[in-house]
């Protein structure tokens, strides 16, 4: 069965740190998704990336990059220069397709929590 | 289009009642899922749409749990005779499927927090 870990359960940074949030995945598919979602206290999952499992290339974006290391099972989320506004649970999910609808359940792990503090 | 829309945004009920909650996903999507998380948890997957087909339930969907997407549009989820376990946020989410049948992501709502006094 597929698992997502997410061994951090809570980080804090002061503003205008580095943080990297870590995600370890395990899968017997060879095709397969790897998200990252934040959630605000709001609640709502906000989408932010997206990669399948043939394209290693990392990705950045403003201030938002991502490790992903097939050989390591892993899929990093690094965010340069924190801000307040940072502050939510962030979220890593794997998707592979089951049955024969060939839809993709979503395996989410436990979050990390980010504290930005000003 | 708004997004995925979900309402009541909160409920509370009393252990034994029942209780329905709603979806709208977004319109051109065809496949919606419901999920259910709990405090500290990542979501998890109950149930999933294709059109107005309930493709897959979850070991989760107990039979006091039901979903519907009669028109293949909106969708219902409720709840029998509430426990206090079910309390959770049970969110929802839609996606299109494009050439070969791939998702090309999932839009979720703003979720339902369910509270079972």
């Known amino acids: 069965a597929q698992k997502v870990t997410q061994a951090q359960t809570e980080i804090s940074v002061v503003e205008k740190e580095d943080v990297t949030l870590d995600c370890v995945y395990e899968?017997?598919?060879?095709?397969?998704?790897l998200f990252w979602y934040k959630q605000p206290p709001s609640g709502e999952l906000v989408f932010l990336i997206r990669?399948?499992?043939?394209?290693?290339q990392n990705e950045i974006s403003g201030r938002y990059s991502w490790n992903f290391q097939k050989s390591t099972s892993s899929f990093n989320f690094t965010i340069t220069a924190s801000q307040v506004v940072d502050s939510a649970v962030y979220f890593c999910?794997?998707?592979?397709?089951?049955?024969?609808?060939?839809?993709?359940?979503?395996?989410f792990g436990s979050g990390t929590r980010l504290q930005v503090q000003p | 289009d708004t997004g995925v829309s979900q309402d009541p945004r909160h409920k509370i009920t009393k252990r034994g009642q029942n209780v329905t909650f709603r979806c709208d996903p977004i319109?051109?999507?065809?496949?919606l899922y419901w999920y259910r998380q709990t405090l500290g948890q990542g979501p998890e997957f109950l149930t999933y749409?294709?059109?107005?087909?309930?493709?897959?339930k979850s070991r989760l969907l107990s039979d006091r749990f039901s979903a519907e997407r009669p028109k293949g549009s909106f969708s219902t989820l409720e709840i029998q005779r509430t426990e206090q376990g079910d309390s959770a946020m049970y969110l929802c989410?839609?996606?299109?499927?494009?050439?070969?049948?791939?998702?090309?992501?999932?839009?979720f709502g703003s979720g339902t927090r369910l509270t079972v006094v």
């Open positions: 999910a794997l998707s592979e397709k089951r049955g024969d609808t060939g839809r993709r359940a979503l395996t």
């Open positions: 989410a839609s996606s299109s499927t494009r050439d070969r049948g791939v998702d090309y992501g999932y839009t």
């Open positions: 749409f294709q059109n107005e087909a309930q493709l897959e």
């Open positions: 899968t017997r598919d060879t095709t397969y998704y």
């Open positions: 319109s051109e999507h065809n496949r």
């Open positions: 990669r399948n499992s043939f394209d290693e």
